[in-house]
T-cell receptor, first 110, second 115 residues
Framework: RKEVEQDPGPFNVPEGATVAFNCTYSNSASQSFFWYRQDCRKEPKLLMSVYSSGNEDGRFTAQLNRASQYISLLIRDSKLSDSATYLCVVNGDSSYKLIFGSGTRLLVRP | DADVTQTPRNRITKTGKRIMLECSQTKGHDRMYWYRQDPGLGLRLIYYSFDVKDINKGEISDGYSVSRQAQAKFSLSLESAIPNQTALYFC??????????????FGPGTRLTVL
């Protein structure tokens, strides 16, 4: 079983749609959770950290469910510019060691 | 100017050649990392360094070596390149601190092809 699992997609949605991605992780001792965004052939960039109580940043909402060991990302009112691959990232056995999921690809169409 | 730079951006080489990938940062971070990314797989950690005198192996260090020449510079070497080292390589930096604050910042990547 992979340490961090994501549905690779692609998720193909129209502009303005709401879309949600889930990610599961295997290490119950993980303490840090993040969503990174990666555009084609570019470097990953931090989208948002995920806190236990859930957090929101504009159109983006992240949730953490420790009991079920999954993280979610909700994107409201999708824009064409949201088209990218979204990487779920979890820390491993210490804060520095990040485990990356293979990513979920999102395509937003006009 | 970019905070984390990598050179070269693209490289094609032959099996058995020695290759060095370089990373420089102006963020003033102590921690630096090297990852590789393969299609369909997540980024995997090759080596990491918490300061100039600290070098640690990641999960896939075989066939690679690193050098931390200064706080701002971290190089990755492939002593004898092989085709399955064809991948996209990323350098990253972080400032340390608690788990929620140790955000990693990535360079633009080096696309390496080993023929």
């Amino acid at each position: 079983r992979k340490e961090v699992e994501q549905d690779p997609g692609p998720f193909n949605v129209p502009e303005g749609a709401t879309v949600a991605f889930n990610c599961t992780y295997s290490n119950s001792a993980s303490q840090s959770f993040f969503w990174y965004r990666q555009d084609c052939r570019k470097e990953p960039k931090l989208l948002m950290s995920v806190y236990s109580s859930g957090n929101e940043d504009g159109r983006f909402t992240a949730q953490l469910n420790r009991a079920s060991q999954y993280i979610s990302l909700l994107i409201r009112d999708s824009k064409l510019s949201d088209s990218a691959t979204y990487l779920c990232v979890v820390n491993g056995d210490s804060s520095y060691k990040l485990i990356f999921g293979s990513g979920t690809r999102l395509l937003v169409r006009p | 100017d970019a905070d984390v730079t990598q050179t070269p951006r693209n490289r094609i080489t032959k099996t058995g050649k020695r290759i060095m990938l370089e990373c420089s940062q102006t963020k003033g971070h102590d921690r630096m990392y090297w990852y590789r990314q393969d299609p369909g797989l997540g980024l995997r950690l090759i080596y990491y360094s918490f300061d100039v005198k600290d070098i640690n192996k990641g999960e896939i260090s075989d066939g690679y070596s690193v050098s931390r020449q200064a706080q701002a510079k971290f190089s990755l070497s492939l002593e004898s390149a092989i085709p399955n080292q064809t991948a996209l390589y990323f350098c990253a930096t972080s400032a340390g601190g608690g788990p929620h604050t140790d955000t990693q910042y990535f360079g633009p990547g080096t696309r390496l092809t080993v023929l």
